[in-house]
Nanobody
Framework: QVQLVESGGGLVQAGGSLRLSCAAS????????MGWYRQAPGKQRDLVAE???????NYADSVKGRFTITRDNAKNTVYLDMVSLKPEDTAVYYC?????????????WGRGTQVTVSS
């Protein structure tokens, strides 16, 4: 079984910054894409950013230029650096990862971390 554990959420004022981390643990052979999604109350869960194991990134238009996704493959960890935060960034942020168990690939989700941006 694989676990994804997020950390780094919290309450910040508009214009502030936060760094989210998500570490994968368990028994697996490798990890392909890792990403961050967010879900605000009453809304669907949407992609924020994703990164391949080679470092190619993709961002939602709403966060381009403000958020940066990186990963440390040696630590099986993905990060999301968020600057110039806006109240509309308030949501629960979820990490996900496409994990290879040798010949089988599964997708896993973390439990989420709350990010609240006050105006």
């Amino acid at each position: 079984q694989v676990q994804l554990v997020e950390s780094g959420g919290g309450l910040v004022q508009a214009g502030g910054s936060l760094r989210l981390s998500c570490a994968a643990s368990g028994r697996f052979s490798s990890i392909n894409n890792m990403g961050w999604y967010r879900q605000a109350p009453g809304k669907q869960r949407d992609l924020v950013a994703e990164i391949t194991n080679g470092g190619t990134t993709n961002y939602a238009d709403s966060v381009k230029g403000r958020f940066t996704i990186t990963r440390d493959n040696a630590k099986n960890t993905v990060y999301l650096d968020m600057v110039s935060l806006k109240p509309e960034d308030t949501a629960v942020y979820y990490c996900n990862a496409y994990v290879n168990h040798w010949s089988i690939r599964n997708v896993y989700w973390g439990r989420g971390t709350q990010v609240t941006v006050s105006s």
